[in-house]
């Protein structure tokens, strides 16, 4: 069975927004957080933003905060990344992940499960 699922990609303008969506399991969505990671070409993996799964706290990498959103939808078990001002900086494969642990929501060592990633690309 799929843990995670992440879709919503594409190529878009500097400046234009993009909404990613990743679908969990049900037994995932209510058990564990989600998150958003990123890897940009030539670069590690690096985190964007978490949602903790069950008090609706969030947390963003200084990168994200104020440009980008990450939100549950308890009905459709989903957790979205809202981004907006994208940034040809930006371009990236985008994998959500469920799991992590407060305090280290960062570290994908703490993630059980991975999407397969969906593209992101920002044109100048």
């Given at each position: 069975?799929?843990?995670?699922?992440?879709?919503?990609?594409g190529?878009?303008?500097?400046?234009g927004s993009?909404?990613l969506?990743?679908?969990?399991?049900?037994?995932?969505?209510?058990?564990?957080g989600?998150?958003w990671f990123?890897?940009?070409?030539?670069?590690e993996r690096?985190?964007v933003?978490?949602?903790?799964?069950?008090?609706?706290?969030?947390?963003?990498a200084?990168?994200?905060?104020?440009?980008?959103?990450?939100?549950?939808?308890?009905?459709?078990?989903?957790?979205?990344?809202?981004?907006?001002?994208?940034?040809?900086?930006?371009?990236?494969?985008?994998?959500?992940?469920?799991?992590?642990?407060p305090?280290?929501?960062?570290?994908?060592?703490?993630?059980?499960y991975w999407?397969?990633?969906?593209?992101?690309?920002?044109?100048?």
């Amino acid at each position: 069975q799929v843990q995670v699922a992440d879709s919503g990609g594409g190529l878009v303008q500097a400046g234009g927004s993009l909404r990613l969506s990743c679908a969990a399991s049900e037994a995932t969505f209510n058990n564990r957080g989600i998150a958003w990671f990123r890897r940009i070409p030539g670069k590690e993996r690096e985190f964007v933003a978490a949602s903790h799964w069950n008090d609706g706290s969030t947390y963003y990498a200084d990168s994200a905060k104020g440009r980008f959103t990450i939100s549950r939808d308890n009905g459709k078990k989903t957790v979205d990344l809202q981004m907006t001002n994208l940034q040809p900086g930006d371009t990236a494969v985008y994998f959500c992940a469920a799991g992590g642990a407060p305090g280290y929501w960062v570290e994908p060592k703490y993630y059980d499960y991975w999407g397969q990633g969906t593209q992101v690309t920002v044109s100048s």
